[in-house]
């Protein structure tokens, strides 16, 4: 039961905008888009959430499509410290009505950023 | 301020041994999740706690119990570990567990069963 669908893995020259997409063509008027990374197996790492509106913070920049169907999550200037899976996560919520939601983590993008 | 701690960080069983895996937070959070990580593959949750005092299934429970011991401390335990156990355990915590929380997760521990 995929929620998101993204590519398997993408490369960047360091200094470049990585543009990582996202297809969440199921989700619902309620449901927010998560954005994780896990650097080499390490506890994956919050990076940005939205649910409509486009959203910026001091790690990335979070592009929503007006129909919410799907996002792309932008790192500016890469680094290859930002090497690692990212994960595009809707989150659920756990019963109907619940606000409480869980992350549903799928396979993510593997970003290699080259020098 | 140490965030979300786990031990062991490593640890490998013999087929039927049992064991327990501890997570503890600081940050004063009401909601704890364990997951787990197979090669190649996202995590899945095995158990959450909204609120000290309750505990829920999620995904992936069988085979697996847990304990939340207070605010601070959400442990899983093992009772007959089995070679489809072996994975890469997170422990995560979160402010409330609503739809706009954020969480935070544990380092990891690499469980490997013989």
């Known amino acids: 039961d995929a929620k998101t669908t993204q590519p398997p893995s993408m490369d960047c020259a360091e200094g470049r905008a990585a543009n990582l997409p996202c297809n969440h063509s199921?989700?619902?008027?309620?449901?927010?888009v998560y954005w994780y990374r896990q650097i080499h197996s390490q506890g994956p790492q919050y990076i940005i959430h939205g649910l409509k509106n486009n959203e910026t913070n001091e790690m990335a920049s979070l592009i929503i499509t007006e129909d919410r169907k799907s996002s792309t999550l932008i790192l500016p200037h890469a680094t290859l410290r930002d090497t690692a899976v990212y994960y595009c996560i809707v989150r659920v919520a756990f019963d109907r009505g619940s606000t409480l939601g869980r992350l549903y983590f799928g396979r993510g993008t593997q970003l290699t950023v080259w020098p | 301020n140490a965030g979300v701690t786990q031990t062991p960080k490593f640890q490998v069983l013999k087929t039927g041994q049992s064991m327990t895996l501890q997570c503890a937070q600081d940050m004063n959070h009401n909601s704890m999740y364990w997951y787990r990580q197979d090669p190649g593959m996202g995590l899945r949750l095995i158990y959450y706690s909204a609120s000290e005092g309750t505990t829920d299934k999620g995904e992936v429970p069988n085979g697996y119990n847990v304990s939340r011991l207070n605010k601070r401390e959400f442990s899983l335990r093992l009772e007959s570990a089995a070679p489809s156990q072996t994975s890469v355990y997170f422990c995560?915590?979160?402010?409330?567990?609503?739809?706009?929380?954020?969480?935070?997760f544990g380092p990891g521990t690499r469980l490997t069963v013989l």
């Open positions: 995560a915590s979160s402010a409330d567990g609503f739809s706009t929380d954020t969480q935070y």
């Open positions: 199921t989700i619902s008027g309620n449901e927010y």
